[in-house]
């Protein structure tokens, strides 16, 4: 019996897959960076709204690395998604020239770290949580000097920040 994921893989039409809230869980979410890693067609994937931890949203970020038909990726509402995760998210996104979407709104995302506004391709990335924590704790005790720069690189890179409530530490 052929798996949805491998159908995925050698599909060459599929433009567009909605498998929100279908309960996906890590070990899906890895067959499915798996069936990315081959498939040339799929241009928009929404996986909102499932059960997806950071060890599937890092193998999705994996298969990113590679793919370049994916141009948006929905993962809004996987309350696992922290972020481990997103680091690894906007980290492996660099490698990637065509997804000019990321939505990861309500998930707990708490802190942003350089590798957020490394994130230059991306035209729109939305987060969202209640108490976005900047600067990361990590920055913030280099001192202000850190900080600083820290902005003026958000200022020059024009980061893909949509949407956020700010609650310096």
């Not at 065509?98 to 987060?127: H, Q």
Request: aromatic residues 6%; proline residues 4%; charged residues 20%.
């Amino acid at each position: 019996m052929v798996t949805i994921w491998a159908a995925l893989e050698c599909n060459s039409s599929l433009r567009h897959l909605d498998l929100s809230e279908n309960q996906i869980g890590d070990s899906m979410a890895a067959d499915i960076g798996t069936a990315l890693t081959c498939n040339h067609s799929l241009q928009q994937l929404n996986l909102s709204k499932n059960q997806i931890g950071d060890g599937g949203a890092e193998a999705i970020g994996a298969a990113l690395m590679s793919n370049r038909s994916l141009q948006k990726l929905f993962l809004r509402g996987n309350n696992h998604i922290g972020d481990a995760a997103a680091s690894v998210l906007f980290t492996r996104l660099e490698h990637n020239p065509t997804l000019s979407l990321l939505d990861l709104e309500y998930c707990p995302i708490r802190t942003l770290g350089t590798e957020f506004l490394e994130t230059r391709r991306l035209d729109t990335c939305s987060l969202s949580y209640d108490e976005l924590i900047w600067p990361p704790p990590s920055l913030a005790s280099q001192g202000r000097t850190a900080i600083y720069r820290f902005l003026q690189v958000a200022k020059e890179s024009s980061a893909p920040l949509t949407r956020s409530r700010v609650m310096f530490v």
